[in-house]
């Protein structure tokens, strides 16, 4: 599972420290499904109204849950990960950055074995407007978030807010927004969410906001370019000096791989209309969605 959609039910690991509490608290407000929290000091009580458990597996036992979320430090998020994949978890977001990339790597090869979908790390979670959110993503504030038709796709949580508060402004919400996280090894790529929204019924545009670093944005212009949905596209780092990390850790540039001026090739030639600014999204939607509406009326019956 990729979009969040209102019947998931949400384990919270970490849940009773100041961050678990706080975004708890936002997540429920909005309609998000959480019915248990790990803490193994603090098993066997009640917080937020939820049951404390030692482990997620001891959770999986007596609340039942789809969606683990992690509010947990570096040195313990391997244990957590690796605690609700064996669980059952379908879907893990993992919020921790700077996790050792070796744990990242055990991480990954245990939720391959299990089926288990991660999101992050390094992410700020997902959400879908009018359902719910899991993470640290405002999904709360209907400033920024509104029910909409717009997926957006996102390696940054910050940049990935400008643009839902821009949209919103713009009176288009979103149908879901996926932060698939900043790190180097994330286990939900570009692409990934892509093709997520592309099947999604409620979503009829795309806007992928993406970095410097890596080639994740290549690869989701080759899917990219295959769709009938109008994507648009925010590259950033266009400015950054060559040869520069910058930002996310997955923000590296080797040679001509990763650099601005190749992502926006791969995604022009995909079709994907690249924006200069932020601010110009919302106008180029509906000249996206335009195109699109004249294309189909121009094919034969």
Known sequence: MIIYRRSARVLVQG???KQGTFWTQKMMECGTQVVAGVNPKRAGEQHLGVPVYATAKAAMAESPFDVAVMFIPP?????AALDAIEAGARTVVILTEHIPARDVMAIHHAASRHGTRIIGPNTAGIVTPGEGFVGIMPGHNPNIFHPGEIGVISRSGSLGTLICLNLTRAGLGQSAFLGIGGDPMIGTTTRDALQALDEDDG??????VGEIGGAME???AEYAAGMSKPVVSFIAGRASPPGKKMGHAGAIVSGTVGSYDGKRRALEAAGVIVADTPAEIPGLLRLGESRSSSAAQALPA
């Open 218 to 220: 290549e690869a989701a």
């Open 203 to 208: 979503t009829r545009a795309v806007v992928l």
């Open 75 to 79: 040195a313990m998020a391997r244990e």
């Open 15 to 17: 849940i009773t420290g």
